[in-house]
């Protein structure tokens, strides 16, 4: 009777320590180091009437995997990029990403001299002969132009998008037509609040043009949140 206790007791011995090495099991990312590229701050396009003949916008790198040593990460260009090198723009090609870091951010200079209305393409990708690949958002393409702003100059830093909607050059383009300027401080009310009327505004003259003015992405303009 007691080996059959024992037994007993020693099987679910065994079963509580399976069970527990299973709890203490933690997943870790084991595939490729992986570079995810997004707008930091900024972005490539010269204001129509600004004298201003430079511009910088950030680039956010961020590591998906871990980096048990420093390495070094190279970049290319993608199939849409039309901008020229050393014309249109410069940025590091090879950066130097220390172990452990997760994330970084560089900086890319743009020049005006040689833009127009027609936009040309910034197209940024992973360059595929490093030992690092794009990750979910590893591709990341800019517009290098002259026109109008691809973010709300919003003082608060991020309501103007929460009332008015995502920032496009055409949206910026009709609100700079409609109120005639750029710089929406005075608009904002309080904690943003007074984008609500302002969008309001503009919704009520886009209501009255025929035909219907289209956004960049071809769908009818509309300000507000979602939109």
């Avoid at 969008?199 to 003259?205: P, Q, S, T, Y």
Wanted: glycine share 10%; proline share 4%.
């Amino acid at each position: 009777m007691k080996n059959i206790c024992f037994i007993i007791l020693f099987e679910l011995g065994l079963v509580v320590s399976f069970v527990a090495c299973q709890e203490d099991e933690i997943d870790f990312y084991t595939g490729p180091v992986a570079i995810n590229m997004t707008i930091d701050e900024g972005d490539g396009t010269f204001v129509q009437g600004e004298s201003d003949q430079e511009k910088i916008f950030r680039i956010k790198l961020n590591v998906q995997g871990d980096i048990s040593k420093d390495r070094v990460l190279k970049l290319a260009f993608g199939n849409q990029h039309t901008a020229e090198f050393g014309t249109n723009f410069e940025l590091p090609m090879s950066i130097s990403i220390e172990a452990g870091r997760q994330d970084t951010v560089i900086e890319c200079k743009v020049y005006r001299v040689g833009l127009t209305e027609k936009p040309l393409f910034f197209d940024l990708i992973v360059d595929p002969l490093c030992d690092f690949v794009g990750g979910v958002n590893g591709e990341l393409i800019v517009k290098l132009m002259i026109g109008f702003p691809a973010q709300w100059k919003d003082p608060t830093g991020w309501a103007a998008e929460y009332y008015l909607g995502k920032c496009t050059q055409a949206k910026y383009k009709f609100l700079f037509e409609q109120l005639g300027t750029l710089d929406l401080t005075k608009f904002q009310g309080a904690w943003g609040s007074g984008y609500v009327d302002l969008a309001n505004k503009l919704n009520k003259i886009l209501q009255e043009q025929n035909p219907p003015l289209l956004d960049d992405n071809g769908a009818i303009m509309k300000f507000g949140p979602g939109y």
